[in-house]
């Protein structure tokens, strides 16, 4: 046996999506904007500083990033 048989294959990632797999955001003309990883990340971490925000108590102002 040789090495070249014990190696793992490796592949490159995919770079572009071979289909689309989630959702789009249709807006008021209906156009549709495919819903991105980056969209996602974004509204999670808005979420997450909202949520620290609130738990500082009532007054507390929002932070930006």
Known sequence: ????????????????????????????????TAITENMIQQACQDLDRQWRDARKGPGARPQRA
Do not use: K, Y
């Open 1 to 32: 046996m040789s090495l070249q048989h014990n190696a793992p294959v490796q592949h490159p990632a995919p770079t572009q999506p071979r289909h689309l797999i989630g959702g789009a955001v249709v807006d008021a003309q209906g156009r549709e």
